[in-house]
């Protein structure tokens, strides 16, 4: 078979879509999709969603990408691209979340600043039983920290590290998580739209390359009831004009050499703590896994190296002084995720938001903070649209969008409990 381009974007429900096109497109090129996408649910309803423009003939929108930024992929004779998406007029597509994290870095440069990310994927592994039900993948020694295959039976970690290699990810770091088959996976530093990139298609990458074992790798944060859950933890910095961390004060970090900026960026995440929810914890089965002792962000808190903390402090100092917000999770969009993380901090930094002490308690059994989150989806949803200065950030058009189909969302898992609700998602994300 002659070379071909997998041409991909990231939706609104964090669905990856895209097209196979002839090699004749490997180059600086564009494919056009059906604009409506954005009004499809994760059960094929076809709704009237803001910006989708169901109701008004369906039109295009065009994804547009660079030669450059065309890469090899896991499959024989295909590469891939990520690209930018813009309406039928030829401007910038405000649904789009790729463009929304662009916007939010353009915020920061315009202050002199680069946004440097990392990520951290937590995921499950599940498996077929011999009645056709997904269950967790069988990992007899599974533990905290596992290697090897005892924690991986089926070595499927080293086929995704092989892979990652051969695509150009810079893997920090698999290990297997607390509750068995959970594993995380991370990847290095690198400039915000690159490292989201890299996690969107590393996250596609795993799924698919799992897929081949038999087994479904799921981000989604609570696909197993009696485990632990699954998040995104979003890890940044930024690099100033002479090429230094901006948030460093010197070699040594921690809460006690903590510059203005690091404050600035804290006091922002805890003003818009409740807002975020609604955008990087995004499903109703997020809020199985965001609650109270759970190190998870749910607590409007902050503090060193604590991981029953929101946003955490790291005690590396000089080029490896960083923050690490916790709350998010894999079903959220990774580019409106970071977005709505850089725009949150950014907001805290411009307006000066009070930060509130440090958190002393153990997050178990007795905490400082007493607001966290909200409870489930349809209070994150109300929290997000009373949050308009976060929404006017983000892109005011693409969170009504998100909010009307989270609304429906609500309404279509109301009834559902158990594998029902789990299956809703498992297969998407």
Known sequence: MKERLRALYCDHLSIMRGKYLPQTKIGDGSTRFCRSTFGVHY??????APGAMTYEGLPDMELVWRHDDIRDSWHADTRIVLGDLYDDHGAPLPLCPRGALKRSVEAWKARGLSPKVGIELEAFALQADEKGRLVPYDTPGGVVYGTGPYADPLRINDRIWAVADEMGFALDMITAEFDSPQFEYTLTFDDAV?????IVL????????ALEYGIVLTFMPKPVAEAGGSGMHINFSFVDETGGNALSSGPRGGPDHMNDLARGCLGGLLHHHKGLAGLIAPTANSYMRLQPGS???????WGGDHRNVTTRISSEGGAKARLEHRMADACSNPYTAVAAVLHAARLGVEHGHDLPPIETGDGFENTDAKEGTAIDLKGAIADLERD???SEAVGAELVANHVFMKRKEVAKTRDLEGDALRDFYVYFV
């Open 43 to 48: 059960d094929r309803d076809l709704l009237n």
């Open 194 to 198: 690159k490292a989201v990139d890299d």
């Open 202 to 209: 590393f996250r596609l990458m795993a799924r698919e390359v």
């Open 295 to 301: 190190l998870s962000g749910y607590w409007r808190n």
């Open 388 to 390: 308009t200065e976060l």
